[in-house]
């Protein structure tokens, strides 16, 4: 599990390789995360927008916004929280993402909260460090 805390607010990440919808052979590899987003703080927040940056083994980024997740804004009071999971395609068995979640508080403030960084590993991978 990776994670980050950023004005209270807490991102959990848990990564997963999905070798069912991988074809190594064809340089797809398939992998799923789950998130929890914890509202610590004493605000009630919504989540507005997504900002990720993707990198592969090779180095090659590409970068992903949005609105939301999941087709979803959600608010979470003081307390709540929030969990849904995705998946992101790699060419390379091995790869890594982070990035930004757009907030704003109940006041009408926006600020942005950290995703931690976390690697993406498909069984029996060797990380290769460039």
Do not use: C
């Amino acid at each position: 599990m990776y994670y980050a805390t950023t004005r209270g607010i807490e991102v959990l990440v848990t990564p997963r390789y999905l070798p069912q919808r991988s074809k190594p052979r064809e340089q797809q590899y398939a992998f799923s995360y789950t998130i929890i987003i914890s509202n610590r703080s004493k605000r009630t927040v919504q989540l507005l927008t997504r900002h990720w940056r993707v990198t592969d083994e090779t180095g090659q980024t590409r970068e992903v916004h949005g609105d939301g997740v999941v087709g979803e804004q959600p608010v979470l009071a003081p307390g709540e929280t929030f969990e849904y999971t995705s998946g992101v395609p790699l060419p390379t068995p091995t790869g890594m993402m982070f990035g930004t979640y757009g907030m704003r508080s109940d006041k009408g403030e926006e600020f942005h909260i950290e995703i931690p960084a976390f690697s993406l590993d498909a069984d029996g991978a060797r990380r290769v460090v460039n």
